[in-house]
């Protein structure tokens, strides 16, 4: 290609044919990997409500590595998209709607999945927080803490007392 021609084509990118099926496949393989990871944040979700915490901890290192193949699938994406002469996404997906239309609509089912993803992965963050919380009282109320009111040292923070009646010597 001519010096050129590839500057027309970096400089305006809608205006040459662009051949999407590279990146047809980075859309078909972010769907894959985001609804295996979709169905492990709903199998965490259960593991969580009913405390197989066993089960938890290897549903942690399974998001891990999708999370892993998500991200570096997402940089074969952007740089396959810089190649294409694309600044951003933006210009890209409007690029597709007009030229392949087939691949937009990959593009939008891929980023619902992954906005599912997101707000399966904050519901259980909060059951996850919710659940500490559980456990910090209760842990409390075995050491005998429990309502007891924080009283602040010289540096601001709040001691752990062990005053009150512990569940043992109850």
């Known amino acids: 290609m001519c010096v050129e021609s590839q500057r027309d084509r970096i400089m305006n990118p809608s205006q040459t044919a662009i051949d999407w099926s590279e990146f047809d496949r980075f859309l078909q393989l972010d769907i894959e990997l ?3 990871l979709l169905g492990a944040l709903q199998e965490e979700r ?6 197989q915490y066993q089960r938890f901890e290897e549903l942690l290192g399974e998001k891990t590595q999708l999370v892993a193949k998500l991200e570096h699938n997402t940089n074969d994406r952007r740089h396959w998209l810089q190649q294409q002469g694309f600044s951003g996404e933006t210009g890209a997906l409007l690029a597709a709607r007009r030229s392949a239309p087939a691949v937009a609509d990959r593009w939008d089912e ?3 999945l992954w ?3 997101q707000t399966a992965n904050q519901i259980n963050e909060q059951i996850c927080r919710r659940t500490q919380m559980v456990v910090e009282n209760m842990l409390d109320v075995m050491r005998g803490q429990h ?3 924080a009283t602040y040292n010289a ?3 709040a001691p752990r007392t062990m005053g009150g009646r512990t569940i043992t010597s109850a």
């Open 155 to 157: 540096q601001g923070q």
């Open 34 to 36: 985001s609804q295996q």
């Open 147 to 149: 309502g007891q009111k």
């Open 110 to 112: 891929a980023a619902d």
């Open 115 to 117: 906005r599912e993803c």
């Open 46 to 51: 259960k593991t969580l409500e009913t405390r």
